[in-house]
């Protein structure tokens, strides 16, 4: 399949880098409490240990300003300086105002424009490519892009097949553009996209938007909760990440030789050792949290790349590889010179 998106862009650089988990901790132990499972199954299935899960009076939003706050301290800009804040997520505040609207009151960014993405999983890495198309337009010059999930209101905490996976949290980073003849950290090389809504339905929350709308007649077989053909996702997630992978290193001229650390979004470790393996990558470059965290869509990435930025394992120069798969399917990779 020829690579989707690969025109060359004008520099933009992620110059700042935030995360925000809640406190709360829900171990493997915990769930095998409340459903047929056990840590053993959990661990070797997927890798997860445990996940957080927000507050009550937690919404996405919320989560979403911490990390952006954190994002911009790091960056070392004031929130009038952010001229766009796409939020990616598919556990918006409510249906409309999007949760970047609370996001930009909440932090004060009052020069923003804001709006939200859902592309699931992948979400973050489509709202940086958006961004990358305001910056080379010359439209905006900061922008504040972040992947949040409240993924816990979405949960049928009856069905072990789904809610032992999912965890909520929020990660953001500012990307700024970048004089093309400076050699800025951060720059984003390349991105590639994709998309086959002819599998739709294997991973969907089916009810509460219009085409099902939650009745007191529906309510009982929970329509609003998280649906996956887990087998079936696996697959093509394996198929997919792979394929964006290479062709996100294909634009930037650079081959999976040249990564120095892969951020993969965060769904299932036996997803991420096998487009490790076909990279033929070792795991010590390949960057998993999803033990204390399990998969919070739209906000593994940033939150790992938050995380792994802050324990140092970013070095100026380093090529990162990011790459996610989600419910759509959508998919999407980019290469980023740290
Ligand atoms: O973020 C978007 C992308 N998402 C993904 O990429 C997720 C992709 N899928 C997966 O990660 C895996 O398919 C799962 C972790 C969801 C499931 O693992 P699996 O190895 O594919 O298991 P399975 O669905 O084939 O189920 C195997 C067995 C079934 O029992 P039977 O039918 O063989 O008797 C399930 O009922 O495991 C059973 N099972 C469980 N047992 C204990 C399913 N969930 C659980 C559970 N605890 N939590």
Redesign the pocket.
């Known amino acids: 399949m020829p690579a989707p998106s690969s025109q060359p862009f004008c520099a933009s650089s992620i110059i700042g880098t935030g995360s925000y988990m809640p406190e709360k901790v829900l171990t493997n132990e915990d769930?095998s409490k409340i459903?047929?499972?056990?840590d053993e199954?959990?661990t070797s299935?997927?890798g997860i240990k445990e996940r957080r899960i927000a507050a009550p009076e937690q919404a996405t939003s919320d989560l979403a300003s911490e990390a952006a706050r954190r994002a911009m301290a790091s960056a070392g800009v004031a929130p009038e300086e952010i001229q766009l804040i796409i939020v990616a997520t598919v556990t918006a505040d409510m249906f409309f105002p999007s949760t970047a609207c609370f996001v930009q009151k909440k932090i004060g960014a009052v020069n923003a424009v804001c709006f939200d993405i859902s592309a699931?999983?992948s979400g973050f890495l489509y709202a940086l490519q958006v961004a990358r198309h305001f910056i080379n337009t010359g439209n905006r010059t900061t922008a504040l892009v972040i992947g949040a999930e409240k993924l816990s209101s979405l949960i049928n905490w009856k069905d072990?097949?789904?809610?032992?996976?999912f965890g909520d949290g929020a990660g953001a980073v500012v990307i700024r553009r970048a004089d093309e003849s400076v050699e800025a950290p951060g720059r984003v090389l390349s991105t590639v996209m994709g998309t086959d809504g002819t599998l739709a339905d294997v991973?969907k929350v089916p009810g509460g938007g219009s085409a099902c709308p939650i009745t007191p007649e529906n309510v009982e077989s929970h329509p609003n909760t998280i649906h996956?053909e887990?087998?079936e996702?696996?697959k093509h997630?394996v198929t997919r990440m792979l394929e964006a992978s290479q062709q996100a290193l294909e634009i930037a001229g650079l081959t999976a030789a040249d990564v120095s650390l892969v951020i993969p979004?965060q769904?299932?470790a036996?997803?991420i050792s096998a487009i490790a393996e076909r990279l033929n990558l070792p795991l010590d470059r390949v960057f998993m949290n999803l033990d204390k965290y399990g998969?919070t869509?739209a906000a593994t990435i940033p939150v790992a790349l938050d995380e792994a930025n802050k324990a140092g394992r970013l070095q100026k120069g380093d090529v990162v590889l990011l790459v996610a798969?989600?419910?759509g399917f959508t998919w999407a990779s980019s290469v980023v010179r740290w």
């Open positions: 769930l459903v047929d499972t056990s199954w959990i299935r997927t699931a999983c072990r097949n789904t809610c032992v996976l991973l996956m887990g087998r996702t696996f997630a979004h769904a299932n036996r997803i998969n869509s798969f989600g419910g």
